[in-house]
């Protein structure tokens, strides 16, 4: 086998699971990268001008460079995540929601800016822009950013997505600063729900004040 063969195979992976090529990339890590970032390459390419390429290789590309923790490839995939007409939703599929903000952490970690660069672009694929969200408790769950900081950086992110009217980013925000138990936006919370921003049948305020704990300041509710 080689990376080529192996490209080819994660491709061709539709209904079943391409474990011989996987396997091989992970036994040819240094060799894979630079190829894994050429299928990156070639989808942002494709993308660009509007169409969805064939095949299963960018989101196997996408998984095996997360695992591998390659930095090299942070550029190349943000380039990815910013694609027109909705291609990383249809390119990831359900990984959008399920995978993609544990994805961005690996790549992120602590560095918010990151993260600022997807989130503050409405433009962007919704499911990209809350991934990034929800991406920010990932390091604060492994020690590698505070509490407070993460907080600090959801509340400016709320208090703008509110002066903007940005529903699509409201929920995501408030949903993460539940999971933080940030007592102190509350005020911001509340008053994202009072614009009609926050999708009620998501989280109401009767979840506000159950997840909100007070008593317990300094803890997460989903750590």
Same mark, same amino acid.
């Given at each position: 086998l080689s990376l080529d063969d192996a490209i080819r195979e994660l491709e061709a992976a539709y209904h079943v699971f391409p474990e011989r090529a996987l396997r091989f990339c992970q036994s040819q890590r240094e060799h894979a990268i630079p190829r894994l970032i050429e299928v990156l390459e070639h989808?942002?390419?494709?993308?660009?001008?509007?169409?969805?390429?064939?095949?299963?290789a960018t989101i196997y590309a996408l998984f095996l460079l997360a695992e591998f923790q390659a930095a090299a490839a942070v550029p190349i995939i943000w380039?990815?995540?910013?694609?027109?007409h909705d291609i990383p939703d249809k390119l990831l599929g359900d990984a959008i929601t399920e995978d993609l903000p544990r994805i961005?952490?690996?790549?992120?970690?602590?560095?918010?800016?990151?993260l600022d660069e997807l989130i503050l672009d409405p433009a962007l694929n919704h499911w990209v822009r809350s991934a990034a969200v929800h991406a920010c408790g990932y390091p604060v769950r492994d020690g590698l950013l505070s509490?407070?900081?993460?907080? &600090?950086?959801? #509340?400016?992110? =709320?208090?703008?997505a509110i002066r903007r009217?940005?529903?699509?980013?409201? %929920?995501? @925000?408030?949903?993460?600063?539940?999971?933080?138990?940030?007592?102190?936006?509350?005020?911001?919370?509340? &008053?994202?729900? #009072?614009?009609? =921003?926050?999708?009620?049948?998501?989280?109401?305020?009767?979840?506000?004040? %159950?997840? @909100?704990?007070?008593?317990?300041?300094?803890?997460?509710?989903?750590?």
């Open positions: 989808t942002v390419r494709v993308g660009q001008n509007g169409a969805v390429p064939e095949g299963n380039q990815f995540l910013k694609l027109p961005l952490a690996i790549f992120a970690g602590p560095r918010l800016d990151l509490r407070q900081d993460a907080i &600090l950086w959801l #509340q400016k992110h =709320l208090t703008e009217r940005d529903a699509s980013l409201t %929920d995501p @925000l408030v949903n993460v600063l539940l999971d933080l138990n940030a007592n102190e936006a509350r005020p911001q919370i509340e &008053l994202a729900f #009072q614009e009609g =921003l926050v999708d009620e049948e998501m989280v109401s305020l009767e979840n506000v004040n %159950d997840e @909100l704990s007070p008593d317990s300041p300094n803890e997460c509710n989903n750590p």
